[in-house]
């Protein structure tokens, strides 16, 4: 903590009058984090998410074809059985895949 009275030379004598005050009280948690990440399977790199589960366990998740996006709503049209077929231009080079 820091304090004091406020003195401007030749401007302001306040060293009975007004007094400034500092205090910092830092705070560090350290704590280890558990992080879940999702590995895409090879179906999935091939366009294939029909065997995606959701939280509990459960198939059938509505999926979105990222190439029908309509420009006024901003809605997608959703894929009837989770297969994208061949992934397009949108495909991950070999060499920023993990194997």
Do not use: C
């Amino acid at each position: 903590s820091l304090g004091g009275p406020v003195d401007i030379p030749k401007l302001y004598d306040g060293r009975n009058k007004t007094f400034f005050f500092f205090s910092y009280e830092g705070y560090r948690r350290r704590q280890a984090s558990t992080a879940k990440a999702t590995v895409p399977t090879v179906a999935m790199r091939n366009g294939d998410f029909s065997q995606l589960v959701n939280g509990e366990g459960q198939y059938n998740i509505q999926l979105y074809d990222p190439y029908t996006t309509n420009s006024t709503t901003f809605q997608r049209q959703p894929l009837g059985n989770g297969i994208l077929g061949s992934p397009g231009n949108n495909q991950i080079p070999q060499n920023l895949e993990s194997p």
